[in-house]
């Protein structure tokens, strides 16, 4: 049976257990055996489970929750330029900052921050900034340009369109 792309092939029936494995670009093909595939799931490394950030007790969040992560070493560089700051996490390898959610709409991330819809990151983060007020929110922009300037990019919206 060959697959809707046509780029693979496999037995419906269980019976020929290979998978052949077609590059678009080159035109090659490559066969497969099920017992090579087994193996390869087996050796893909554990990835750790979700934890969503908690919002500490008293803050509401009428805007959604998100988060904004930056490896470590990036941390303190953003801090410094933010004018106001939510609540921010830190973990093993990464800080932190809850925005509204869909704060990623049009707005690409500069490298190497991660975007975490819903506040759900990996490992376990510890709070290590509290905001006064209910509000646990880093005003997005600012923190966009902080993360552009910590890391050397030009802000998305200043760059040269080509045609």
Do not use: K
């Amino acid at each position: 049976m060959t697959g809707a792309t046509g780029r693979g092939r496999h037995d419906a029936r269980g019976s020929g257990r290979r998978l052949d494995v077609r590059s678009e670009a080159a035109g090659s093909e490559r066969a497969m055996g099920m017992d090579t595939l087994v193996r390869l799931q087996r050796r893909r490394p554990a990835t750790q489970p979700l934890h969503r950030l908690q919002v500490p007790e008293g803050m509401t969040v009428p805007l959604g929750c998100d988060a904004v992560g930056v490896p470590d070493r990036l941390g303190p560089l953003v801090v410094s330029r933010l004018p106001r700051l939510g609540c921010v996490y830190a973990d093993d390898a990464y800080w932190w900052w809850i925005v509204p959610s869909d704060s990623d709409y049009a707005l690409p991330w500069p490298a190497p921050a991660q975007y975490a819809p819903g506040a759900l990151v990996r490992g376990t983060a510890r709070l290590i900034h509290r905001p006064g007020g209910t509000a646990p929110y880093t005003p997005p922009i600012p923190l966009y340009l902080a993360l552009c300037r910590a890391t050397g990019t030009t802000p998305d919206w200043s760059r040269t369109i080509t045609a």
